[in-house]
Structures are given as structure tokens and as C-alpha cells.
């Protein structure tokens, strides 16, 4: 076991070919223990292939992924017995209930009954199917299925969870009851959580960072506000002004600070385009000159036009849609 | 000298071969109480099952007249060969033409229906490796396949008992458990192979076609088309002499044993007939002058052994090939 390394995940070069085309390019993802990472990307982005990378279940074409300190081509079964894996759109024996279900994965992690048999009670408490366990799982719906991957995952009792799109399906009060006891898994339970999804609105309410890969490659990495000042810095910025009194002369005030490229009315409100954040110096100039700011705001540093425009940056270097 | 030392240093280190095959019981346990407790093998268990008993009744009634007629050797073994008028077919010719089916049942959804069911990447993602998977689905399909045939051989043996009152002989019950296990491996081979095309075919349902329409090929095509191969390389006359009429059958004999359809049926009719003393054609002067008789059970066996291991080594290449290409294959779809 290599220690001294900082990171649970840490992959170098990491790459997977299926013949010209590269699932997986060049990644270099890093994450931390007990921290909650969010990989996002659009579809085909090569999410699932580093997963299951990770897992030791897909051999990398070139470069090597560690988890906790172990290469998961290498010993799959150390990396295996230590993540909990919620595969997409998950499956169980239909034929067997969900307990049975339960039971089986006990056994192949070689736990002993009596254990399993409290472990399964826990977990299926816990992500709320308490009744649900002698049932077959033929009979349950797309977002039991779901909670009964989480306890699957749950028996294991693993320090790392990998997620793939585990919001896929369910409806809004399901999400919001995920999101929780995902929060819950790695707050009070102090595990390392992966989630990958496409859609970032929601999940970063229960990220502590986040990765977005697209065409396999992780274009940005960090904490939300570490991505935004990212775009800031790296971006022309759009401010949305509005001001009272909000007459012809309010342009030229803008106009005359230092930064601001370009000055377009749509209807009472200005945009201003510039190279800078001039928020400040805007500001401090406009009472000075009288006017009084109602509505300021940096167009485009949310974090879903951030993700938007990334992907449509992305877009534009390959020169194709996705 | 130095080789026995060398060879007493050689330890198997147990402990490796548990970690190496970590979860396969598990597995196993798993599938078999799968198969047992399936729909899909209820009815298949029951389709062979009445059959044989049909098989039986048959062989009972007829018994007589044909035991009657010859000495009365091995009265114990008509009961699985012998058939009647109004069903021209015996225990061994059922077990022939079902067996296959049992196999197929077992294992054309193996790997594609745990795709299909999305469990394959959760199992795989516990701590067991890859291999365990196919091989405890391959052990357990065995062990059904075991279950099935032995239950039922020793059924018709017991109920044979009470029809005849003539108990087996040793000789017999040598013969039985051989032709048993022979159609265990057999029916492993057809396990195999669906196993195999479960693997290569995305679809459930491709894969179940393709094992029944090459059973359908090695069952009843295959002999058919023998014979058409060996009349194109050897035409047979009126007119044609000894050698071309021996090449012709001899030809036609050599393909049809690359169908284990073929060399299973050759083999379990040579085990059960201890009368039978050689495969293929015989001249009359070979013939001339030899003693009329059985062969024993261990003479038998000898003549047939070629057939045991071409089926052994079929069922393991099958396996092989299921092996390599489950391994190779990429987890998601």
C-alpha cells in the first residue's frame, strides 16, 4: 500500500481507447478523502468508463489509477472490498426479494450471517424501504430499485461510494430525499462519495467539489467558487445594470471606466460588456456621480452557465455538437 | 533422485487457491438454488421426466417378448434401450434427443440475462473476480444437470426393479452409472456452449435460437449431410467394389464424429450393449470365426474411451472459448 499520498482517488494519465475513439483521455482527477466529488459531463463524456476504471472492471489502455493506494488492475479485490458501487440504472434478481438480493452481496463480500442479517435491516431502514425487504423486487418501482442499490451498497460497508447518475429516473421529492442521505453518508458517516451526473443543478447542493469532463478529458476541477473565479478571471464578463434615474447619461458614465468594452440597452437595463470585474469600481463611481444602482449582476457565474459554457467551449474547440 | 525431492517440495499452498477462488461457492450456491427453484426448469424437469417414464412403461411392456426371445443377459439394461412398436424410442434416445434441451435451458441466458437484468457490473463490482462468475455458473449447471440424470437413471432403475424382479448385476450397475455420467458430460458440452453464446449474443433470445438451431444441425443434419460429403468423395455403385463401399462408410462414419451428437449416441449404445464388441464396420472375415459373447464392463469401457475423452475435451473447449471471451469482454454494454 503506497502511503503519503494525500488523495483516495488519484489517477495519472489516465486512458481508454475503443479503437480511434478516446472514452477516456489523459485524466488527471484527484480526490480527496471524506469529501463528497461531483463528476459532471454531458453524455458519453467517458464518466462511466472511469468508473469503471476505477473498479479494476475495465482495463486502462495507458496511464494508472490509485484508490487508496492500490491500482484496481492490479488487486481488484482490495479496491473492490473497500467501494460501494451504485452502477446506473441499477438491476437486482427480480425472482428473489429484495432481502435475498441483499443476502447474496453479504455473502459475496463474505460476511457472516447474523451480521448481514443486521446489516440488512440497517440499510434497508435507513434509505427508507423498512417493509419492503421480503418483497420480490419484481414488484418494485424505479425509485425503490434505486434506494435498495444505496442499501446494497450500504451492507458493504464501504469508506468510498461511487454513484453513477443515481438521480436518473426518480422523481423531484425522491431526488431531495437522495441528496440528503447522500449528504448523510458523508457527514455523519465521514465516507467518500463520487457522484457522476449530467446534471449538475442537482447535485452541487451536496458537493464539496466538482470535476466536469468532457470527450474524456477533466477541463476543470475544484470547488464551485474555485471554478467560477476560474470563468471570472479567464472570461469577458457581462454586467447587468440597473439605475435610477436610468436617463442616456448613465452610458456614458460606464463607458468612461476603465475595462468596459462595450454598452448595449435592452430596454431599462444595460449591459455591459468588459474584461474585468468592475463591479466595485462601477459602483463607487455611480454614487459618486448621483445615481443609485438598483439591480447588479454578473451574467453567466452561476454555476450551470458555467457548466453550460464550458461544454459549449468544449463544443466549439472540437468543432461538433454532442 | 533429484527429481522426487524436487517433487516433494512442491506444495500446494491451499490458501491460494481459496483466495483465488473467493466467492465462487457462494456462486454456485446461488445459481443451483436459482435452477431448482426456476419455472423454467420445473417444466423442462417434467417434460423429461414424463417422457422417460413413457420410455419405461414401454420398455416393461415389451420387455418380455424381446428378453424372452434371447438369453436372459442383462435383462436390467433393455429396460433404458429397448422400444416399442407403438414408441420407437428408448430411455437412451430420449435422453439423446432431451439432453441437449436441459443444457441449453441451463445456460443461454447466463451472462446476456444478467446484462439484460443490469446485475452483471454490481456483481462484479463485489470482491470476487471475474472468472467466478462464469465458473459457478458453469459448476452449478453441472450440478442441476448431475441431479436431473442420476435422479431420473436411478428412478427408471428403481421402478424397473419392481416391473422385472430382476435385480442388476454388478456388471449392469457399472454400465448404468457410466452411461449416467457420460450424459452428464454430454448435456455439460450443450451447458457450455450456451454459455458460450450467451456471451457472444447481446439478446437472450439470439442466443437461445442459436443453441436450438445447433442442436437441431448436430442431431438430425449432421449425419444426413455425412453421408452426402462421403458419397461426393466415395460414389457407391451396384457396381462398386469392397474397398470403395468400406472407404464410403468409413469416411462417412470419420464426420459424423465430429458431431458430439454422434459420438455420445455411439458411445452410450456400446456402453448399454455389452454385445456390441466393435464401432464401424466389420468384415466377414474379421467376423469369421470369433465367439459369441458380451464384453465386460472394463472391455466395453476401453472401446468407447476415445468417445469419453473427444466429449470431455468438446465440453472443455466450449468452456474455454466462454472463458476467454467472458473475460475479454467489456463489463458495459
Known amino acids: 500500500m503506497a502511503t503519503g499520498s494525500n488523495y483516495l482517488i488519484e489517477t495519472v494519465d489516465l486512458c481508454k481507447r475503443y479503437g480511434d475513439r478516446a472514452a477516456v483521455d489523459n485524466l488527471n482527477l484527484q480526490v480527496e478523502h471524506g469529501i463528497v466529488y461531483g463528476l459532471l459531463g454531458p453524455n458519453g463524456a467517458g464518466k462511466t468508463t472511469t468508473i469503471l476504471m476505477l473498479l479494476g472492471l475495465t482495463e486502462p489502455t495507458s496511464g494508472k489509477a490509485m484508490v487508496n493506494g492500490y491500482d484496481p488492475s492490479r488487486n481488484p479485490l482490495q479496491v473492490k472490498s473497500m467501494v460501494g458501487y451504485l452502477p446506473d440504472n441499477v438491476g437486482f434478481y427480480d425472482e428473489m426479494t429484495g432481502e435475498e438480493n441483499l443476502f447474496y452481496t453479504a455473502a459475496l463480500n463474505r460476511i457472516a450471517q447474523d451480521e448481514a442479517q443486521r446489516r440488512i435491516k440497517q440499510a434497508l431502514k435507513r434509505v427508507g424501504l423498512p417493509d419492503a425487504g421480503h418483497r420480490k423486487v419484481g414488484e418494485y418501482s424505479r425509485g425503490m430499485r434505486q434506494r435498495l442499490g444505496i442499501a446494497d451498497v450500504l451492507v458493504k460497508d464501504p469508506k468510498f461510494i461511487i454513484m453513477d447518475e443515481p438521480t436518473l429516473g426518480i422523481d423531484p421529492e425522491g431526488i431531495q430525499e437522495l441528496l440528503a442521505l447522500i449528504k448523510d453518508l458523508a457527514k455523519e458517516d465521514g465516507r467518500t462519495i463520487l457522484i457522476s451526473s449530467h446534471l449538475l443543478h442537482q447535485i452541487q447542493q451536496v458537493c464539496d467539489k466538482v470535476g466536469i469532463l468532457v470527450q474524456g478529458k477533466l477541463i476543470a476541477s475544484g470547488t464551485i467558487d474555485e471554478l467560477e473565479q476560474q470563468l471570472v478571471s479567464q472570461e469577458h464578463l457581462e454586467l447587468e445594470l440597473k439605475a435610477v434615474p436610468g436617463d442616456e447619461k448613465l452610458g456614458d458614465i460606464c463607458a468612461a471606466i476603465d475595462g468596459v468594452s462595450k454598452i448595449t440597452w435592452n430596454n431599462d437595463m444595460l449591459l455591459l460588456e468588459c474584461s474585468r470585474d468592475i463591479r466595485e469600481a462601477l459602483v463607487k463611481e455611480l454614487i459618486a456621480k448621483g445615481y443609485c444602482p438598483t439591480h447588479l449582476s454578473l451574467r453567466g457565474v452561476s454555476l450551470d452557465s458555467i457548466y453550460l459554457r464550458y461544454f459549449h467551449k468544449e463544443e466549439k474547440y472540437y468543432g461538433q455538437s454532442s | ?333
Not at chain 2, 60 to 82: K, N, P, W
Not at chain 2, 151 to 175: K, S
Not at chain 2, 241 to 259: G, K, M, P, Y
Not at chain 2, 320 to 330: C, D, H, K, T, V
Open chain 2, 1 to 333: 533422485m533429484d527429481k522426487a525431492a524436487n517433487w516433494q517440495d512442491i506444495k500446494i499452498d491451499f490458501s491460494r487457491v481459496v483466495e483465488a477462488n473467493k466467492g465462487l461457492a457462494t456462486v454456485v450456491k446461488k445459481e443451483v438454488g436459482d435452477h431448482l427453484s426456476g419455472k423454467r426448469f420445473s417444466i423442462l424437469a417434467l417434460l423429461v421426466f414424463v417422457t422417460c417414464l413413457g420410455a419405461l412403461y414401454i420398455a416393461a411392456s415389451t420387455i418380455r417378448t424381446s428378453a424372452g426371445q434371447g438369453e436372459l443377459d442383462f435383462v436390467f439394461l433393455l429396460l433404458f434401450t429397448t422400444s416399442g412398436a407403438s414408441m420407437p424410442f428408448s430411455f437412451l434416445s430420449f435422453i439423446s434427443l432431451l439432453g441437449p434441451l436441459i443444457g441449453l435451458t441451463l445456460g443461454f441466458d447466463a451472462i446476456n440475462g444478467e446484462r439484460d437484468r443490469r446485475t452483471l457490473s454490481r456483481i462484479l463490482s463485489q470482491p470476487i473476480y471475474r472468472d467466478a462468475l462464469i465458473n459457478g455458473k458453469f459448476i452449478a449447471g453441472v450440478i442441476v444437470i448431475a441431479i436431473i440424470i442420476f435422479g431420473l437413471g436411478f428412478l427408471v432403475a428403481g421402478l424397473g426393479l419392481l416391473i422385472t424382479g430382476i435385480p442388476p448385476t454388478l456388471d449392469e450397475l457399472f454400465r448404468l452409472i457410466a452411461y449416467l455420467t457420460l450424459s452428464v458430460i454430454y448435456i455439460s458440452f450443450w451447458l457450455a456452449l450456451s454459455i458460450l453464446f450467451s456471451i457472444l449474443f447481446r439478446q437472450t433470445s439470439t442466443s437461445a435460437l442459436a443453441g436450438v438451431a445447433l442442436w437441431l444441425f448436430l442431431a438430425v443434419f449432421f449425419t444426413l449431410l455425412a453421408g452426402m460429403v462421403a458419397d461426393g468423395i466415395y460414389p457407391v455403385q451396384d457396381t462398386s467394389d469392397a474397398d470403395q463401399v468400406l472407404a464410403n462408410t468409413r469416411t462417412e462414419q470419420l464426420i459424423s464424429r465430429v458431431s458430439p451428437a454422434y459420438l455420445y449416441s455411439e458411445a452410450v449404445s456400446t456402453i448399454m450393449n455389452p454385445e456390441v464388441r466393435a464401432m464401424g464396420p466389420v468384415l466377414l472375415e474379421q467376423a469369421y470365426g470369433t465367439l459369441k459373447g458380451a464384453l465386460s464392463f472394463g472391455q466395453s469401457l476401453l472401446l468407447i474411451w476415445p468417445h469419453v475423452i473427444g466429449l470431455i475435451a468438446a465440453m472443455l473447449i466450449c468452456f474455454g472459448l466462454a472463458y476467454i471471451s467472458f473475460m475479454r469482454q467489456e463489463i458495459r454494454a
